[in-house]
């Protein structure tokens, strides 16, 4: 871990020392430049003229440039803030693309302005610094920002300024460090240029599961690359991408990948396994992770168009750096600098570029070249963690798996295998609706959950910069629950019967007294009335009877027992009942389209009513069950003798409707003259609403004619619809009602026991016969091609006419921009614009 | 000032009339004294009985095709071509790439999800089918053996 000095050496000379410890100079620490403030503070180190040189108590590279110092830092750097780069004040900003940073540490924040001028940076409140990066997603390329304090310095004109800033600070012409040194000392004032605010982040963005990230976390073997300094086991790239675009995987990506491995250095010097490497590069066995920043090559076809590179000026140990961050310090494995005019060595910027090799990285002067850089990370838990973060923080698939793990090797070779998707060693950062990250991520099957799951490119992201934020969705169920029905405790007994024996107890009925005699001994007849009320509580029988019903079904059924009205055992054998209700479930159905789920299929064109036994039918809307499995289930309550349909559209109720089940059978003749006066009244009811409707039906036809309505057959089929609203609703009416005495059957039970058993979704497709002699009953192929070539299918798309492919194509509202003849000669003239619109809305035939 | 004479078979609505007509003739000087209309020309040419088959032209000079609504033969034997401008041809690659709502396709190629009240629909005209869900759990049996439940009172209460 590095070791600062402590801040009473501000001021004070300081002997510094090279890689060898060898004294090769003193200077003063600078104390009064930005980097003594939060979180710049770091002041273990020295820097006098052209070399760089080292401080023996420090572990980390870092230089300031004192002989040209920097302008100051006019403020301490807050980190309650977030300090953004953001363009001219004039423009408005596109979008912030990100933050990353992390607290009391720093870092920056990038704003989109979506072209290359300059930029400024500027304080952005109230937005809060932000612990994680949280990546907009866009198609947005951008080239980087970062800023320069001569935005903002009165001894230039803006423009110079704004000059400066472009040249000074776009990463395609860096000659920057990110604490604000420019390589080449202004010519004015000889002095370097400084970014007040300390920012300086590349990045571009890329498409949405454009690529995928592999985070191959290793740990240290112990061994070393003598030459290199770094571990043996990094020598195989774990860092795989797959574009989704060209189901294509690339060996390597130009973004993360961490190693367990012990470098206590960084070493930003050559690529490794090539010429240069890092020789200064001292293992440390204290520390077993360090995160490698490799970058190879892109393919053509990637939409990885821009250099990329994340940057963090605080620390190089593990609780300040990004695991895309940038790069402190720069040494030659001989220990001397590396190429750089200005002779700098600060912050790096880690740089992706595009070619072959290598990540590049630039400092002062630096020429572009190809460089690996090396970060120290101790391979805790928490750095782990914070390693799957930042890479959810992309809003990618991702792994933790190592290479060996039998998933990760599965993704390798089979990358285009979706199902791999919810690989358990599969990550995926979770991106909201305005499409940030906040490094929060799910992992295996949880992926199917994602909001971004299914997204296949940047444009499937539901973000987009000028609308506003989408309001938060609801959260849906859709699975209705039946409860369990327990026993229902009762006042009275029940017993399931067969038929026989209903006759039997019929027959006792008319035969109490002789059996009473039979089995009461001898009979005292001045008491003969006491002893049957004894046994029945009132002198009929028959009032012991609350309801007889039967079944279409087997009565699940108990004990055998015998029959009691009252006290009186009538030693008829009976089983008592068992359950209060059943379940009885019609499903299995996927409800199809039949015009190819087009408009026909739907209201008004095509009507659907389901038959539920028992309870007759209901209309539904084709909407609600077209593409879903249509189920019912039937309740069938043995209290009452009624049942109840729940109709489902996939698992979730969207209709009830309830009927009687039980076939009542009178015992007495006043309940049967009862019931069968309110039948007859029922029955009336819907016989005059249906007359209704008829005559309804008919004033609409002679209103409208008949050449309208078969030309407007929506109008027609309204009208159709409107007129049998109220006998509809007679029906509903009727098939609804509750039946007056519930212990009585009504005709519903009776009838329903007459027809089908069976759910039955009854449809009423629109024919395509027209209202004329000789035309086919239907549609077909042939007719529809005619159709589509004289008319053309309504249909409503955004886009540009020659998209259609061939044929004919109707269109409105054009815009007729750019209109010029064919060679291009002359353009449209006012009157052949008129004629364009008029054309392309008459129709035009590709 | 020329023009190609083409004898075209296309639909007016076509945006490329002209890659399988045939050519009457190219490249036709016309003679014309007085002005010129852009949208409603009338071309001038010296009489050639050959010219009367054509239906549609190309004038080079106004870079635009016309339809030739109509000829006249003046008695200077000069065949006098009446024509008006087909705008689709004329500008039929900016017309490919102008964007617009789209209402109607034919490739498409069948009914969609917006109605489409031009499409020729029967109101009294129904196909009447059915779909049966069949039960997946119990039967119903209406010839079931212990299907009667007897409600009394009296006994001890039972479920």
């Known amino acids: 871990m590095s070791t600062q000095i402590n801040t009473e050496y501000w001021g004070q000379p300081v002997s510094v020392y090279d890689n060898n410890n060898v004294r090769t100079g003193a200077t003063d620490l600078e104390n009064s430049d930005f980097t003594d403030y939060p979180p710049f503070v770091r002041n273990d180190y020295g820097y006098t003229g052209e070399d760089i040189q080292y401080i023996d108590k420090g572990d980390l590279y870092y230089s300031q440039l004192i002989s040209n110092p920097v302008i100051q830092l006019n403020e301490p750097f807050d980190t309650s803030i977030a300090y953004c780069a953001c363009k001219n004040m004039d423009i408005p ?17 990038v704003i989109d302005v979506s072209d290359d001028t300059y930029w400024v940076v500027s304080k952005q409140e109230p937005l809060p610094l932000m612990f994680l990066s949280r990546i907009g997603l866009s198609n947005v390329i951008s080239r980087g920002v970062s800023a320069s304090q001569y935005t903002f310095n009165p001894e230039y004109t803006s423009a110079e300024g704004y000059t400066y800033c472009q040249e000074s600070w776009c990463p395609h012409a860096s000659n920057t460090n990110p604490q604000g040194q420019d390589g080449t000392p202004d010519t004015n004032t000889g002095r370097g240029r400084s970014n007040k605010n300390l920012f300086l982040q590349f990045w571009r963005d890329f498409g949405i599961r454009t690529v995928f990230l592999q985070i191959d976390v290793k740990y240290f073997d112990g061994t070393y690359n003598a030459t290199l300094g770094v571990p043996n086991n990094v020598t ?85 750096m990004p695991i895309f961050g940038g790069i402190r310090g720069y040494r030659s494995y001989n220990g001397t600098m590396g190429a750089n005019s200005n002779g700098g060595v600060s912050q790096y910027i880690a740089l992706l570029v595009g070619g072959t090799n290598g990540l590049m990285t630039r400092k002062q002067g630096i020429s572009t070249s190809a460089r690996t850089c090396w970060v120290e990370l101790e391979g805790t838990d928490e750095n782990i963690e914070n390693i799957r973060k930042w890479c959810a923080a992309y809003g990618l698939f991702f792994t933790d798996g190592k290479q060996t793990d039998s998933g990760y090797n599965a993704l390798y070779t089979e990358g285009n295998d979706s199902t791999r998707w919810t690989d358990e060693k599969m990550c995926l950062g979770v991106v909201d609706n305005e499409g940030y990250t906040d490094g929060t991520y799910t992992r295996g099957s949880g992926n199917e959950d994602a909001n971004n799951f299914d997204w296949k490119t940047a444009s499937q992201s539901p973000y987009d910069p000028i609308k506003p934020p989408p309001s938060p969705e609801n959260t849906y169920d859709t699975q209705t629950v039946f409860n369990s029905i327990g026993d229902l405790a009762t006042m009275t007994k029940r017993y399931v019967l067969q038929a026989g024996a209903v006759n039997l107890l019929g027959k006792q009925l008319w035969n109490i007294t002789a059996d009473l005699i039979d089995n009461g001994g001898t009979i005292d007849w001045t008491d003969l009335d006491n002893k049957i009320l004894d ?89 609600d069950i077209i593409g879903r499995q249509l189920n019912v289930q039937l309740v069938v309550d043995f209290t009452t003798g009624t049942c109840t349909g729940f109709i489902m559209s996939n698992d979730l109720v969207i ?61 027609a089929v309204k009208a159709a619809e409107i007129a049998e609203n109220e006998e509809t609703r007679a029906e509903y009416d009727l098939t609804h009602q509750n039946a007056p005495i519930h212990v009585i059957g009504a005709a519903s039970a009776v009838g329903g026991w007459a027809i089908d058993l069976q759910c039955r979704l009854i449809i009423y497709y629109p024919s395509g016969d027209v209202i004329r002699t000789g035309q086919p009953p239907e549609w077909n192929d042939l007719q529809l091609a005619r159709y589509g070539h004289t008319t053309g299918f309504a ?52 | 000032m020329t023009v190609t004479l083409y004898k075209s078979a296309k639909d007016n609505r076509a945006l490329d009339k002209i890659s399988d007509a045939a050519v009457v003739a190219a490249a036709v000087p016309i003679q014309n004294t007085d002005k010129i209309n852009k949208l409603r020309p009338v071309f001038e040419l010296a009489m050639n009985a050959a010219y009367m088959q054509a239906n549609y032209l190309y004038c080079d000079a106004l870079d635009r095709y016309y339809y030739i609504t109509d000829f006249d033969i003046n008695t200077a034997q000069r065949i006098e071509l009446n024509c008006i401008i087909d705008v689709r041809q004329s500008f039929s690659a900016a017309i490919r790439a102008t964007e617009c709502t789209i209402i109607r396709a034919e490739a498409i190629a069948q009914p969609t999800k917006i109605i489409d009240s031009k499409l020729p629909v029967n109101p009294t005209s129904k196909i009447v089918t059915s779909i049966v869900l069949p039960e997946t759990s119990k039967s119903f049996d209406t010839n079931a053996e212990y299907s009667y439940l007897l409600t009394v009172v009296g006994g001890e209460p039972s479920a």
């Open chain 1, 93 to 109: 900003i596109n979008q912030i693309i990100g933050f990353s940073a992390t607290p009391g540490s720093g870092s920056g924040a």
């Open chain 1, 655 to 715: 209709e009830t409707l309830n009927g009687n089940i039980a076939i009542d059978i009178p015992v007495t003749g006043i309940q049967a003259a009862t019931v069968a006066s309110q039948l007859n009244n029922a029955i009336a009811n819907k016989s005059n609403k249906t007359l209704e409707a008829q005559s309804a039906s008919l004033g609409n036809v002679s209103l409208g004619g008949l050449f309208r309505l078969a030309t407007d057959p929506v109008r």
């Open chain 1, 795 to 846: 249909c409503c798309i955004e886009g540009s006419i020659g998209s259609m492919g061939t044929g004919l194509v109707v269109g409105t509202s054009p815009d007729l921009n750019g209109m010029v003849t064919n060679s291009q000669s002359y353009p449209a003239t006012a009157a052949e614009l008129d004629m364009l619109r008029a054309a392309i809305s008459e129709g035009v035939i590709l």
């Open chain 1, 236 to 320: 195989t790239s774990s860092l795989y991408a797959y574009s989704q675009q060209t189901a294509e995987w690339r060996a390597q990506h130009p973004l993360l990948c961490a190693y367990a491995n012990v470098i206590r250095r960084i070493n930003v010097n050559g690529t490794y396994g090539t010429t240069g490497g890092g020789g200064d590069m001292t293992p440390d066995l204290t520390h077993n992770l360090v995160s490698r920043f490799q970058y190879g090559s892109i393919s053509p076809n990637t939409p990885i168009l821009q250099p990329m590179a994340m940057y963090d000026t605080n620390d190089l140990s593990a609780n300040g």
């Open chain 1, 535 to 623: 046994q029945f509580l009132t002198n009929n029988p028959i009032d012991c009877i609350i309801s007889l019903q039967r079944y279409p079904m087997e009565i699940p059924k108990g004990e055998a027992t015998t029959i009691r009205l009252g006290k009186y055992d009538t030693r008829l054998y009976a089983h008592v009942m068992e359950k209060t209700a059943y379940f009885y479930l019609f499903s299995g159905k996927t409800i199809n389209p039949k015009f190819g789920d087009s408009f026909l299929d739907y209201q008004p064109f095509t009507k659907m009513e389901l038959y539920v036994p028992f309870c007759g039918t209901i209309q539904l809307n084709p909407a």
